[in-house]
């Protein structure tokens, strides 16, 4: 794979603005930056120290566990190369298929984002998409009850900004203009809180700034807005507090073409002595761009599922290219990160490169809805996947008799036993056949049936939801991401008791908490049948 070829031609410049940067610098100033600079515990431990005193709350007793979270539990469990659209899509119809209602999938964004502000460890980097994937869902869902989340999201210390905002500041803009746009004294009061982190303050400016440009009705109340707090950033300077927001919120207006800002911003230029370095040229160069009308305002998005939307057409475009090569049996040079071969375990083929499945299983004719989703390896046997469905439906151990079918074949554990009785051209073993076999396309979909001799038991649908890739650094392959519904105990021998116990309410609600530890305990080898 061709890499991007390095270049330097940007360093003088940048040495340059760091020159101009230090010129402008008082003698206070510069140790703070020589601090920041030769600190050896990160920038993020200087401006907590120099910054940060917000109190927190107790977000523990808040808190909900991942475990009891069942709808958005795939997004505790995102992986980097997940395809963030279909990932988000797929919680949402999850939640519509469990038929939540408002109220419970705001009490579930609440403990989930409460568990992940509690369980937040400064030296772990954590998925910046176990975050944005609620944040999502809040502004996909009109969730503007849940604005107080994403701003206590931007109270978080200066590790927690570092690891989810840092470079990645116009999502939480967008997220919150999406939820705020109507609740402008809230977005106001922000502005003007004490002992957070710098940075969380542009973020609401932005989508302050983005209601100015979609809601003409409401230019006149954003104009005050931004005018009352200039003269307060001014203000607060010249007493001495930090300087470090003031080129980017300059940034911001101008790009945005509010002009009416423009006399407050020359003015904190002049009195100030604002260090730049974005346009080295002070204010005259930031009236230029306020003037130049070709110049788009620097957020380029105002909601998250816009971006979402770009990153999935480039996404699929990178998978096109990877089936491309793997139909040329083609793969990633060895420097590249390439689809990962597990150990063999004795349930994975691996000859077989292994694919991030995530599979539906639904119990079909049930008096409920009874369904599992599971994140799998392909190159899973169905042997081996045939134990795990039953160990996420909360069987102690795999039937005796049971069988796969896709539009072709049928797949038995005891093949060769049965070949006297079935014609060997319609079935193959599950020893040796994969799961990535079956079921090889996004949508497709194949059975497993628990016989009871002759006769099926217990009629099952998988479907392939979608289809990502591993990588070395990937934690854990095998993932209960969702599940509802009382599966039938082995002791019920037919739909008929299993309706009849289901009417009484004398059926056993799952355990996930139980079910997911013997899924671990699955993948680390650990045998926990009977």
Request: aromatic share 12%.
């Amino acid at each position: 794979m061709a890499k991007r070829k390095e270049s330097n031609e940007g360093f003088p410049q940048f040495i340059s603005h760091i020159k101009n940067m230090l010129e402008n610098m008082n003698e206070k100033e510069r140790e703070e930056f020589k601090k920041v600079m030769t600190s050896k515990t990160g920038l993020a431990e200087v401006e907590n120290e120099k910054f940060y005193t917000y109190q927190k709350p107790d977000y523990a007793s808040k808190a909900a566990k991942v475990i009891d979270r069942q709808w958005l539990a795939p997004f505790w469990h995102v992986e980097p190369d997940d395809d963030k659209l279909e990932l988000c899509e797929f919680v949402e119809r999850d939640g519509q298929n469990m038929k939540m209602t408002r109220k419970q999938q705001r009490e579930e964004l609440r403990g989930y984002m409460y568990l992940l502000f509690s369980r937040f460890e400064p030296e772990q980097r954590e998925n910046r998409w176990r975050l944005y994937g609620p944040l999502w869902m809040m502004e996909r869902l009109k969730m503007t009850d849940c604005l107080d989340l994403v701003l206590e999201a931007l109270r978080q210390d200066a590790y927690f900004f570092h690891n989810f905002f840092v470079r990645y500041t116009e999502w939480p803009s967008a997220v919150v203009y999406q939820l705020g746009k109507d609740q402008l004294d809230t977005l106001e009061d922000f502005l003007y809180e004490q002992g957070i982190i710098p940075d969380a303050k542009p973020i609401v400016l932005n989508a302050i700034i983005w209601t100015y440009l979609r809601h003409p009705e409401k230019r006149l109340r954003v104009l005050a807005i931004i005018t009352k707090f200039l003269n307060y950033c001014l203000d607060i300077c010249k007493k001495g507090a930090s300087k470090m927001n003031i080129e980017q919120y300059a940034l911001a207006l101008a790009t945005a073409h509010i002009k009416e800002t423009m006399p407050q911003l020359r003015r904190l230029f002049t009195e100030l002595n604002v260090p730049t370095m974005i346009l080295t040229g002070g204010a005259d160069e930031f009236e230029q761009v306020m003037n130049d009308e070709s110049v788009y305002y620097y957020c380029e998005y105002d909601s998250l599922d816009g971006f979402l939307r770009d990153e999935h057409a480039k996404y699929e475009a990178d998978e096109d290219e990877f089936l491309l090569l793997e139909d040329e049996d083609e793969y990633w040079d060895e420097e590249d990160d390439g689809p990962y071969e597990f150990d063999d375990f004795g349930i994975y083929d691996t000859s077989e490169k292994a694919k991030r499945y995530t599979v539906r299983i639904e119990l079909m004719d049930a008096p409920e809805k009874v369904e599992r989703t599971l994140q799998l390896p392909s190159n899973m046997t169905l042997t081996g996947f045939a134990e795990l469905i039953m160990l996420s439906f909360g069987w102690q151990d795999v039937p005796e008799k049971y069988e796969f079918k896709d539009d072709n074949l049928r797949y038995l554990p005891d093949a060769d036993e049965q070949a006297l009785d079935i014609d060997y051209r319609e079935m193959d073993s599950t020893d040796y056949t994969t799961v990535g076999f079956i079921l090889g396309k996004k949508g497709a979909s194949a059975t497993f049936d628990i016989k009871k001799g002759k006769k099926t038991q217990w009629h099952h649908v998988i479907t392939l939801e979608k289809s990502g890739r591993y990588t070395p650094k990937s934690e854990e392959h095998i993932v209960l991401l969702s599940g509802q519904g009382s599966y039938p105990t082995q002791s019920i021998r037919s739909m008929a008791e299993y309706a009849s116990r289901y009417e009484q309410g004398k059926l056993k609600k799952p355990n996930f908490d139980t079910i997911r530890k013997r899924l671990r305990e699955f993948e680390e080898g650990n045998e926990p049948f009977c």
